[in-house]
């Protein structure tokens, strides 16, 4: 996986993340991340946005990923310059 974030202010981040270390990086997420997402969410979609959910699919759709190389799942770009974009 690969995740890439640009900056209006010039820094310009690349980091690989490999599919297996996901799961452990989610692990290690303060659960306020998640509890301000879940804010910004609508009812029912908000109750699926938990440490342990997204955990749970992450594991369960590994070999899809693996076979998804180069899919692109998020790209974002705001109107004040900043990109992200996350693909496996």
């Known amino acids: 996986m690969k995740i890439h974030i640009k900056t209006p202010d010039g820094h310009n981040i690349k980091m690989p993340v490999p599919v297996g270390c996901a799961a452990f990086f989610i692990q290690r997420l303060p659960d306020s991340l998640f509890k301000n997402v879940q804010n910004k969410i ?47």
Do not use: R, W
């Open 42 to 88: 609508c009812y029912p979609f908000n109750t699926l946005l938990t440490k342990e959910i997204v955990s749970l699919m992450l594991s369960q759709c590994t070999d899809i990923i693996k076979e998804n190389k180069g899919l692109e799942v998020i790209h974002i770009e705001a109107k004040d310059g900043t990109y992200v974009s996350v693909q496996f």
